[in-house]
């Protein structure tokens, strides 16, 4: 086992004498160290580009220009991609309805049943009814027709009958 260790046991080695500063060392030490301070300020460039008089504004201005151009970017950005006064929920145009109307009715059924659509109620209940010509050629319901597939609809809640 290692024997403990004693710092007292051990002596200090001799370390050698500090020599005194040079003569008026600490009288001059304040000038040399304003000196060294001062000189990166008093050799800045004045520039009158965007560098120069950018670094001199305050912070506060520095940062609200900074987050315009941001803002100007991002509301241009967006104008451009989708367009002036255009929404992607606004209704459709009158040459996308007619081409559709043009579709012939077997194309459609065919579509419809089709592997790759199958659209669920909720995906049909969804959709906006641009043109009513569409679904009247495919619901020729009577009222009492319509009156009867509604009753036989079942209903969870009855007080909405």
Do not use: C
């Not at 009158?48 to 220009?65: D, E, Q, V």
């Not at 077997?106 to 641009?130: C, F, K, M, N, T």
């Amino acid at each position: 086992m290692k024997p403990a260790f004693r710092l007292d046991q051990h002596p200090r080695r001799a370390q050698p004498p500090l020599s005194d500063p040079p003569p008026g060392y600490f009288d001059r030490l304040p000038t040399r160290v304003m000196a060294r301070v001062s000189a990166p300020a008093a050799a800045r460039p004045a520039g009158l580009g965007w560098s120069g008089w950018l670094g001199y504004a305050p912070a506060g201005l520095r940062t609200s220009l900074v987050a315009t151009l941001l803002l100007g970017t991002f509301a241009a950005a967006h104008w451009l991609s989708s367009g002036p006064l255009t929404s992607p929920a606004g209704p459709p145009t009158t040459t996308a309805a007619v081409s559709l109307d043009a579709v012939p009715r077997e194309q459609l059924v065919d579509y419809l049943l089709s592997s790759e659509a199958h659209p669920d109620l909720a995906e049909l209940g969804e959709q906006r009814v641009a043109h009513l010509r569409i679904a009247r050629q495919y619901f020729q319901l009577s009222a009492n027709d319509l009156t009867d597939a509604l009753d036989a609809q079942p209903a969870e809640d009855t007080s909405l009958l």
